[in-house]
């Protein structure tokens, strides 16, 4: 079944150590917490510089999508730089990771996924007018992080969307999407029962 998840529906709660807040997006099982979600997708905002929390037996991507630059000293051995030009980190939860920003809130895309249940690919797409969107896996979810508006359909289906909404697709249906110039992030969560049959 197709669900939109309107950003403005949505209501951001504060990091436990005060650095910024997070807007969950999708999670499951519905009503999960940090400490036993299969995945958890949302947006984050980093305002000031510090530790990660960590998260032991979870993989993670973290996307830059608004505001000034972010490095991220990861687990002491790589230092990667968050821009508009390597906008996409993927790291393991467990690994301590702290982050530097340059005085600028930042707002992040963020997947996890629990090794062991499901893992996640994340593609982030950049595109004007047109774009089609193949379905993969059991769940795909479309991210809208840049752009004024954007049209989603399918033969059966027609959504709108703004920046920062959300759409869980169909796993049925090929899409199309129409804007005139839009960044989105594909994502698509894989459960590990069906890694074992790949």
């Known amino acids: 079944m197709t669900t939109l998840i309107q950003y403005a529906s949505l209501h951001p709660t504060p990091w436990k150590n005060g650095g910024g ?7 499951s099982p519905p009503g999960a917490t940090l400490d036993d979600f299969d995945f958890r997708i949302s947006l984050a ?9 960590v998260f032991p037996g979870v993989d993670r991507t973290l996307s830059l999508v608004d505001g000034g630059n972010v490095v991220l000293d990861v687990g002491n051995e790589r230092k990667v730089a968050l821009s508009d ?15 530097t920003v340059d005085g600028n809130p930042t707002v992040d895309f ?3 996924t629990r090794r062991g249940r499901c893992s996640h690919q994340v593609e982030r797409r950049v595109f004007r ?10 769940l795909t979810v479309l991210f809208f992080a840049e752009g004024d508006t954007l049209t989603v359909h399918s033969e059966r289906e027609r959504m709108s969307m703004v920046r920062y909404d959300a759409v869980v697709l169909d796993r049925e ?17 894989i459960p590990e029962d069906e890694d074992d049959e790949e």
């Open 45 to 53: 905002t980093i305002a000031q510089s510090g530790p990660f929390s």
């Open 129 to 138: 007018d047109y774009a089609e969107l193949e379905r993969r896996s059991a």
């Open 21 to 27: 807040c997070t807007t969950e997006i999708l999670a």
């Open 110 to 112: 963020n997947v996890m």
């Open 173 to 189: 249906q090929n899409w199309v999407l129409e804007a005139p110039q839009a960044t989105v992030y594909i994502v698509d969560i």
């Open 85 to 99: 030009r390597e906008p996409v980190v993927a790291f393991p939860g467990e690994v301590p990771v702290s982050a």
